[in-house]
């Protein structure tokens, strides 16, 4: 039986003539500049691509994030382990 996880954060996306994009569920934003994006979400890695891309509301608190620019693309990816070289380094 396959193995189910658990969302913290309910996770929704909003993507209004490709040019808003809203999101909620967001925990972080690793990368971005005016071609990507890329957010943290329980259910993965969220990566939005573009033209002119701009952060205009990021919380993390609440999980908001809000996009604006010439969106072409949004695509997820699965959860990388976190922590970087140090933290496998030192288990």
């Known amino acids: 039986m396959p193995e189910q996880k658990t969302v ?5 996306l909003v993507l209004d003539n490709r040019k808003v994009l809203t ?3 967001v925990s972080n934003v690793n990368n971005f500049d005016d071609e990507t994006v890329t ?6 890695e969220l990566s939005v691509k573009g033209a002119e891309l701009h952060i205009e509301k990021l ?3 609440t999980g908001e994030l809000t996009l604006s620019g010439e969106i072409t693309s949004v695509s997820y990816a699965e959860n990388r382990p976190s ?3 140090f933290s496998r380094l030192l288990k």
């Open 8 to 12: 913290k954060t309910p996770h929704t």
């Open 23 to 25: 999101a909620t569920g």
């Open 59 to 61: 919380n993390v608190e």
């Open 83 to 85: 922590g970087g070289f």
């Open 39 to 44: 957010a943290c979400t329980d259910i993965g």
